[in-house]
């Protein structure tokens, strides 16, 4: 079942992960996040937009002292490809602090790479990175301290909890399929 929200981007389709299979992932990172940070007041920090919702989510579960911060990231225009520059940084330093970078999908590994790499420079005391999406089999970069995977998906475009198209579907609880435009009319072509 499809939804045409907007035919010019595609449509939304079936439910991939419920939000109480989301939700259940969450609380199990949230345990595991909290026996390995135990003690460590660790500070998540997350990329804007499509991060902020599992972050939410991902806060409530630890139950361990820890700080919230977020990043706001761009591609470059007309440069080179893959290359990212930082709009909002962290508010505070991040020297001797344990920092935990909160992903919604890693796949290529490109943006996580660079919040390493920018991060790495501030004399941390540790550095690794939790995502609710991973895509390996896309990794462009393989030096990347992923240690925490909620789902390893297909090479599907997804939207809902905080994923979006085109800044739509970002609020969906559910974590659905996006058919794109060129399989939507294709599908209508043939009906």
């Known amino acids: 079942m499809t939804s045409p929200l907007r035919p010019d981007i595609g449509e939304v389709g079936d439910v991939f992960l419920t939000r109480s299979e989301i939700a259940r992932r969450v609380a199990e990172l949230g345990v595991e996040i909290a026996r390995d940070y135990a003690a460590l007041d660790p500070i998540l920090v997350a990329p804007l937009k499509s991060s902020v919702v599992f972050l939410a989510d991902l806060t409530r579960e630890l139950r361990i002292p820890h700080e919230l911060d977020v990043v706001e990231l761009a591609p470059y225009t007309g440069g080179e490809a893959g290359a990212i520059r930082l709009l909002k940084d962290v508010d505070g330093p991040l020297a001797d602090?344990?920092?935990?970078?909160?992903?919604?999908?890693?796949?290529?590994?490109?943006?996580?790479?660079?919040?390493?790499?920018?991060?790495?420079?501030?004399?941390?005391?540790?550095?690794?990175?939790?995502?609710?999406?991973?895509?390996?089999?896309?990794?462009?970069?393989?030096?990347?301290?992923?240690?925490?995977?909620?789902?390893t998906v297909p090479d599907e475009l997804f939207a809902g909890y905080g994923l979006g198209l085109e800044e739509r579907w970002r609020a969906f609880p559910d974590l659905h399929y996006v058919v794109p435009v060129a399989l939507s009319q294709a599908a209508t072509e043939a009906a």
Do not use: M, N
Not at 105 to 117: P, R, S, Y
């Open 97 to 151: 602090r344990h920092v935990l970078i909160v992903e919604d999908v890693v796949d290529t590994g490109l943006t996580l790479h660079f919040l390493c790499k920018t991060f790495g420079l501030r004399s941390l005391a540790s550095l690794a990175a939790v995502t609710l999406l991973d895509r390996p089999y896309r990794r462009l970069v393989d030096e990347i301290p992923l240690r925490y995977v909620g789902f």
